[in-house]
């Protein structure tokens, strides 16, 4: 005897369908009906008809709004794509048509550092240019530096790979080497071939505003030349 | 289906084949376009009240039997069936067809049988509903009373089986379920379930055969 036999017997389910004929009350039948169309139209009646209107406008709606967002999104983040930071420093460099930063006049450095000012008028950007030219352009080379670190932060954090995160470091010691190499390169090497020249070269750097590097340059003379009497400035 | 696939063997009846295929297509065509319970339970879901209406005129019969040979009483078949009913047009948002319907709707039938013994305690298994004769005209009189005995032995039996495998017999015979299905609806598993139904079978077989047994 198999175990299908062992559930299943024909002769009792004959048997049993002989006598259990029962059908539904009619009345049953005409109340659940009602029931399940009433239901129904409870569910969907006129007076929710405005439900899906509203649903398809609303979707429709944030639907622009997010296309919008992250068009937005994409072109603030466009400056800092992985092409451009990929690219050396040097090139980049080299093929900016821009003056590099030393060379800059001030009004230019201001124009650059910060563009609303352009709009100001003129007697305050004088005051300002009078007050301020060495903090002007250290300003600009802070800017040049802060914007250089972020673009590496930006590249690290957009792209995952190993390879940008190389190019991104890269970039970051390229611009190092440039910052050291443009402290080196204040003085010419003519100039410090004598203590008098040098010390010209720095009171230049002074009057230009670039005190640091004026600085730097005065302790290298100090250094290359121990016994020279720094003059002073006041005489 | 025989006389059709003789037909489409037959060369030589080709008026007649081509009726019967014509037939049997028009059978394969609405076949295909009987939609199935889940699908009608969708639609009633978006508001076709006639898909509740075809998937009502399938299941009301079986289920209410189910829920009559169940409980032993009439009022408390009808009060548990309009329960049932009530919850499957309640759930008709919610509804998603990860199971088979049928075996969705038993179970919603089952727990509320459940719901209902706990509600009220008077309910009885004992009780054997008026067996309704039906005979064949050409039977002979001694055969149609040893139906009728039979009949009546058999139902006797059922109200005497345990409630769990009267359940599952009912389930299997009316529902159609499987034993998984079975075990689905009752919440036990799948041994349990093949259990009672074999038991239930092997009582109700031995009721009717009593009288040749005693020969």
Known sequence: ????????????????????????????????????????????????????????????????????????????????????????????????????PAQISVPAAKQASSPPAATEPMP????????????????????????????????????????????ASLTFDA??????????????TDVRSSAETWHACVVELRDQGLSDAADEELQSLLAEFPGFEVPDPSR | MAANAQSFASPMNSGAASLCSEAALAYAHAMAHTPEDSALMLRY????????????????????????????????????????WGKIIKARESYRPTAKFTTFLYRVAHNCFIDHIRRNKRHSTNTVLEPELHSDPGESLETATERSLARERLEIALT???????????????????????????????????????????KLRSAIDEPAERS
């Open chain 1, 175 to 188: 611009a190092m080497t440039l910052e050291k190499k443009e402290k080196i390169d204040h003085c010419d």
């Open chain 1, 1 to 100: 005897m198999t175990t299908e036999s062992n559930d299943n017997d024909p002769r009792v389910s004959e048997a049993y369908r002989s006598f259990s004929t029962e059908t539904t009350p009619k009345e049953l039948d005409r109340e659940i009906l009602s029931m399940a169309a009433g239901s129904s139209r409870s569910r969907y009646g006129l007076a929710r008809a405005w439900i899906r209107p509203v649903a398809w406008a609303a979707t429709i709606g944030l639907s622009l709004a997010f296309v919008l967002e992250m068009t937005q999104v994409r072109d603030a983040q466009a400056p800092y794509s992985n092409a451009d930071v990929a690219e050396p420093l040097e090139e980049r460099i080299a093929n900016d048509p821009a003056p590099a």
């Open chain 2, 160 to 202: 005497t089986l345990p409630e769990e495998q009267r359940d599952a017999f009912l389930l299997r015979e009316e529902g159609g379920l499987s034993v998984d299905q079975i075990a689905a609806v009752t919440g036990c598993n799948r041994e349990t379930a093949k259990s009672r139904l074999r038991y239930a079978v092997a």
């Open chain 2, 45 to 84: 879901g978006e508001g076709d009240v006639q898909a509740f209406e075809i998937l009502y005129r399938r299941h009301n019969d079986a289920i209410y039997r189910y829920l009559l040979r169940l409980s032993g009483h009439r009022d408390s078949a009808d009060d548990i069936f309009q329960d049932v």
């Open chain 1, 124 to 167: 305050q950007a004088e005051a300002e240019l009078s007050m301020g030219r060495a903090s002007v352009s250290e300003d600009f080379e802070a800017d040049e530096m802060t914007m250089l670190r972020d673009a590496d932060e930006q590249a690290r954090a957009r792209s995952g790979s190993e390879q940008a995160s190389t190019a």
